[in-house]
C-alpha cells in the first residue's frame, strides 16, 4: 500500500482522534494516485441541569427557569420548546431535554405568595383605667410581627393611653397597622350629704354630665331625680367608655316639735 496520509490537523497518521467540533478532511496518496475524504464531527455532552430548589413567587414578581444543555431539544409542561421558561405564576413546572447523549429532567415548584394580609386590622379604642385592652393579631401568611417598642409578640395587652404599630414581614414584603389606646377614668361625682325632707316638699338632683348614661336604682335613665320622699337614693353614671361610678344619699323624715307655749 506504501500510502501517506494528510489529515486538516496536518497530522500524517492513518488515524487521528477528533477532540472538537468541526469539519475533518484526509489525503491519501499512494503510488496509483490519491484520494480525500470529509467528515462533519458535532459533538454532544451528557445532559445535567438543576432548575434549582422549589421557591416561592411573590404577587406581581416573575421568575426564570433555565435548563442549559448542548445540542439538545427540550419540552417545557407547557409545550414550549426553549431552554428557558418565565413565569409570573405558581405551579409545578418541569422540563424534559435530549441530545444524542440522552435525555434528562427536572422538576421545580413554585408556590404563590403575597405581602402579609392585614385581616383584622387594629381600631382605635377606649378602655376604662381600671382595664386591660388585650390584642391578638392574626398570623396568616405572617412569618415575624415586629412592634414599635421592640416586641415581637402577636398576643399583647395594654393599660396605658398612647399610639400603637406593628409591622407583619414574609419574604415578599411588610404590612403596617397602627392604633390609638385612649384610657378613661370614671367620672369623680357625690350626690351630697344625707338629708331630710318634710311633707309636702320636693327638690331636684341634677347631675350635669354629658356623654354619659345614668342608672338610679328605681330603673330610672334620666339625669336627674326628683326627690318626694323619704329613702336611699342610688345613681350610676358611665362614661362612653363604659367606666362605671356610683354614689347614693339617704333622704329621712324632718322631725317636727310641738310649741306650746306657757
Request: net charge negative; with cysteine.
Amino acid at each position: 500500500s506504501r500510502a501517506t496520509y494528510l489529515w486538516s490537523t496536518a497530522d500524517t497518521t492513518h488515524d487521528i482522534t477528533a477532540n472538537f467540533d468541526g469539519q475533518y478532511w484526509v489525503q491519501v496518496t499512494n503510488l496509483c494516485g490519491y484520494d480525500d475524504d470529509t467528515v462533519n464531527v458535532a459533538y454532544d455532552m451528557p445532559i445535567n441541569f438543576n432548575l434549582g430548589v422549589d421557591t416561592v413567587l411573590c404577587q406581581g414578581d416573575s421568575i426564570s427557569l433555565a435548563a442549559p444543555a448542548h445540542n439538545a431539544n427540550w419540552t417545557w409542561q407547557d409545550g414550549s420548546t426553549d431552554s428557558t421558561l418565565v413565569t409570573n405564576q405558581a405551579g409545578v413546572f418541569w422540563v424534559s431535554a435530549n441530545n444524542f447523549c440522552g435525555t434528562f429532567s427536572d422538576t421545580i415548584h413554585v408556590s404563590g405568595e403575597t405581602i402579609p394580609v392585614l385581616s383584622n386590622p387594629i381600631n382605635d379604642t377606649t378602655i376604662c383605667s381600671n382595664e386591660e385592652f388585650v390584642v391578638t393579631v392574626p398570623v396568616n401568611n405572617a412569618t415575624s410581627i415586629l412592634w414599635n417598642d421592640g416586641s415581637i409578640q402577636y398576643q399583647r395587652t395594654f393599660a396605658n393611653a398612647n399610639d400603637y404599630s406593628y409591622q407583619l414581614f414574609n419574604i415578599c414584603g411588610q404590612a403596617i397597622d397602627s392604633f390609638k389606646v385612649v384610657v378613661e377614668h370614671p367620672l369623680e361625682f357625690g350626690l351630697g350629704n344625707d338629708t331630710v325632707i318634710c311633707y309636702g316638699e320636693e327638690f331636684d338632683k341634677v347631675l350635669n354630665y354629658p356623654n354619659h348614661t345614668f342608672l338610679w336604682n328605681d330603673g330610672s335613665t334620666k339625669n336627674y331625680q326628683t326627690i318626694t320622699r323619704t329613702g336611699v337614693y342610688g345613681v350610676s353614671i358611665w362614661t362612653s367608655a363604659h367606666c362605671q361610678s356610683y354614689d347614693e344619699f339617704e333622704v329621712t323624715n324632718c322631725t317636727t316639735q310641738l310649741f306650746i307655749p306657757n
